[in-house]
């Protein structure tokens, strides 16, 4: 009987290969899973498994950090226990908010724009958390939630016609400013002014439009 003739070199040089590629295979996918208890991120790239999108991650970060640290972050200091809400159950009107943003401090579009979305925020929340205000609330999200934007020139105008809503029973909410950005920390920036149409222009029916 003939003798089986060796396997060419060729043939091994193909097995070797594909054994390779399968072993290098099966290692990839159990790091990727943790199986060998290495990190899934290198580099400052981490590993999204299963998808494997590769997200940067910034030296200095961790999943545990807050998303508060964003330099666009506004807080709303202003205090308040709903005890100056009026329900205004017996009016009919329009409902609508009024969004007095400060001239002076020099704020472009953009941060207008964020200063106002959390005026209105601020306005929305208050009213959600005190159910008298339910009716109100109701009426001015089926109206559309009509918003207008006018000019107000200092902190102290802002105030001033802060206390003037609230003692109509209106809701009023001034953001102040975290200061990460370009204005100072704790500065007024925009006053929400939220209730009827003719009880909200006894407060911001004399200022102009932004």
């Known amino acids: 009987?003939?003798?089986?003739?060796?396997?060419?070199?060729?043939?091994?040089?193909?097995?070797?290969?594909?054994?390779?590629?399968?072993?290098?295979?099966?290692?990839?996918?159990?790091?990727?899973?943790?199986?060998?208890?290495?990190?899934?991120?290198?580099?400052?790239?981490?590993?999204s498994w299963p998808n494997s999108y590769d997200v940067k991650v910034h030296a200095d970060s961790s999943d545990e950090q807050a998303d508060d640290e964003d330099e666009d972050e506004e807080e709303d200091e202003d205090g308040g226990d709903g005890n100056e809400l009026?329900?205004?159950?017996?009016?009919?009107?329009?409902?609508?908010?009024?969004?007095?943003?400060?001239?002076?401090?020099?704020?472009?579009?953009?941060?207008?724009?964020?200063?106002?979305?959390?005026?209105?925020?601020?306005?929305?929340?208050?009213?959600?958390?005190?159910?008298?205000?339910?009716?109100l609330l109701k009426r001015w999200e089926w109206g559309g939630q009509p918003k207008i934007a006018v000019q107000a020139k200092s902190e102290e105008e802002l105030e001033t016609l802060q206390a003037q809503a609230m003692s109509l029973g209106?809701?009023?909410?001034?953001?102040?400013?975290?200061?990460?950005?370009?204005i100072a920390a704790g500065s007024a920036t925009v006053l929400g002014v939220l209730g009827p149409k003719s009880v909200v222009d006894q407060v911001t029916g004399q200022l102009k439009l932004l």
């Open 1 to 47: 009987m003939a003798e089986k003739a060796p396997p060419s070199l060729a043939a091994v040089a193909v097995s070797s290969l594909l054994l390779g590629l399968l072993a290098g295979y099966f290692i990839g996918q159990g790091s990727s899973i943790g199986v060998f208890g290495g990190s899934s991120t290198s580099g400052g790239v981490k590993k």
């Open 170 to 182: 209106l809701c009023a909410r001034i953001i102040h400013d975290a200061g990460r950005t370009q």
């Open 86 to 135: 009026r329900d205004f159950r017996d009016s009919k009107e329009e409902v609508k908010l009024v969004l007095a943003v400060r001239t002076d401090l020099g704020m472009g579009k953009g941060k207008i724009a964020a200063q106002c979305s959390h005026a209105t925020l601020a306005c929305y929340k208050y009213l959600v958390n005190h159910p008298s205000s339910a009716p």
